[in-house]
């Protein structure tokens, strides 16, 4: 391949980069998250068995300033959920019982493209929990 064509499909494929890296995300969440977690706010909360993703990741980003420390604790809870580490309201817990460990179901390399996505999309713009903002996480940061 002479050198022109070779940049162009370097160009090509890290213009493409995003998408393909968003979507293989949203295929491992879905994969190894979605059959506890939602992707929306269902109309009969009687169903849910853990709290949607946008309210989990509200809580993550209210106590976790960065994104890089906010993918780092997503990828340890899910190995090693405690509750002392929680940053959700404290009756989530009384409700849905504690996250189960995940060691064996995900690896920490699926974990940190799965824990990306969810800092980068979620929650949605003008999300309101269910304390419409004013609560706070676990910590009480």
Same mark, same amino acid.
């Given at each position: 391949?002479?050198? @022109?064509?070779?940049?162009?499909?370097?160009?090509?494929?890290?213009?493409?980069?995003?998408?393909?890296?968003?979507?293989?995300?949203?295929?491992? $969440?879905?994969?190894?998250?979605?059959?506890?977690?939602?992707?929306?706010?269902?109309?009969?909360?009687?169903?849910?068995?853990?709290? &949607?993703?946008?309210?989990?990741?509200?809580?993550?980003?209210?106590?976790?300033?960065?994104?890089?420390?906010?993918? @780092?604790?997503?990828?340890?809870?899910?190995?090693?959920? !405690?509750?002392?580490?929680?940053?959700?309201?404290?009756?989530?817990?009384?409700? $849905?019982?504690?996250?189960?460990? !995940?060691?064996?179901?995900?690896?920490?390399?699926?974990? !940190?493209?799965?824990?990306?996505?969810?800092?980068?999309? $979620?929650? &949605?713009?003008? $999300?309101?929990?269910?304390?419409? /903002?004013? /609560?706070?996480?676990?910590? /009480?940061?």
């Amino acid at each position: 391949m002479k050198l @022109k064509e070779i940049l162009l499909t370097l160009g090509v494929v890290s213009a493409m980069t995003p998408s393909l890296y968003a979507q293989e995300a949203a295929i491992l $969440f879905e994969a190894k998250c979605a059959a506890c977690h939602t992707t929306t706010r269902p109309s009969d909360r009687s169903t849910l068995v853990a709290p &949607p993703v946008m309210g989990v990741m509200r809580h993550v980003k209210m106590t976790y300033s960065s994104k890089e420390e906010a993918v @780092k604790f997503v990828i340890e809870y899910a190995l090693n959920p !405690q509750e002392s580490k929680a940053v959700c309201m404290p009756q989530k817990i009384k409700h $849905f019982g504690l996250m189960p460990s !995940q060691k064996g179901n995900v690896t920490k390399e699926e974990l !940190q493209t799965i824990a990306s996505w969810m800092y980068d999309n $979620f929650p &949605p713009k003008g $999300f309101h929990g269910m304390d419409k /903002g004013q /609560g706070k996480s676990c910590k /009480g940061k």
